[in-house]
């Protein structure tokens, strides 16, 4: 199995596909299809960012799409770039806490306990959804419906066939074959599985007991099931194995022409990921939880997608190096400046203004090590 990275240098964008697949991860827009800026950004005390810079980060594969794009468009308006790999939640946390990297990403927020004792910084960069996707013959997209109950027997292995009377019951007008279902999981420590495992506990009760919710679990249907490394590589299995289901970010959903499913929301709806059930879950109010520790599953919003969640960043409240934290504080900022056209045409929702403006205010606890802030604005 190749090894997930995705790196954006100066000349190339690579996005290579786990698995040896022909399931690929998303394709960021062509340079330019976001708003940008040619002006190299400066800090608020008008002077010049560096130029020519290598950030590193590593981390989520949730939101590898939208970094690779402004990343991309980034390096053409400062002359820095940023060297993202996606290796997986629990990977983007071990390197910043080790310091290999110049900033961690990650879709499990860690709580204010865990930042304090690692010394770090929390925040969100933008808001998508993880989505449950299936490969059975005559099925189309958003076609199936399931509640969070069923997809919880599914993955317990409690449910073993299409055919079964709670998945039939739910979908009478779709014919389900008499065929076991293949379940399909994250291999890896992954922040999309903490977030599909933390529905599942919100929902099922027997999920609760017997699993629970984390960026790494015991599979109950591991011994029939398939294991694939990132999103790109439970979406290379989904497309390649008959009759099974998955979950992947629902940007590679889209990528690979997969189909999702309908889900039944905490408010009794069946609804369809899209850009606005996934901002309908993100309502919440954000200063209410130290680091922005918040997660967006299974809200009461009427439209609210029940997989719905935000991504984040961890960096260092000291810095050995603080022309690399400014750089990179100087990248998310542009981001949140120039990006939220390209985080939407690749299906993620930005944060609002004054979600920013909160972000914005906590970086000044990203210091040198003198304690001066390296990125103010």
Known sequence: MKKSAFVVSIATVLALAACGGES?????????????????PKAADG????????VTGAGASFPQPVYVQ?????????????????IGSSGGVKQITAKTVDFGASDSPLDAEKLEQEGLVQFPTVIGGVVPVVNVE???AGQLKLTGEVLAEIYLGTITKWNDPKIQELNADVKLPDANITTVFRSDGSGTSFIFTTYLSQVSSGWKDQV??????KWPTAASGVAGKGNEGVANYVSRVANSIGYVEYAYAKQN???HIQLKNAAGNFVQPSQETFAAASKVDWKSVKGFSLVLTNQPDANAWPLAAATFILMHKKNAD????????????????????????????????????????????????????VFTK
């Open 138 to 140: 005559g099925v189309a």
């Open 70 to 86: 402004w990343a991309n468009a980034f390096q053409q308006a400062s002359g820095n770039r940023i060297n993202y790999q996606s």
């Open 257 to 259: 022409n997969m189909s």
């Open 47 to 54: 002077q010049q960012q560096p130029v020519g810079l290598d």
């Open 212 to 217: 629970g919710a984390a960026n790494t679990v």
């Open 24 to 40: 690929k991860a998303p394709e960021a827009p062509k340079a330019g299809a976001a708003a940008t800026t040619n002006e190299v």
């Open 322 to 373: 603080a022309t690399k934290a400014k750089a990179a504080l100087a990248f998310f900022d542009w981001a949140y400046t120039s990006g939220d056209e390209a985080a939407q045409k690749l299906d993620y929702v930005p944060l609002p203004a004054e979600v920013k403006d909160l972000v914005r205010q906590e970086w000044a606890n990203i210091q040198d090590e003198n304690g001066q802030a």
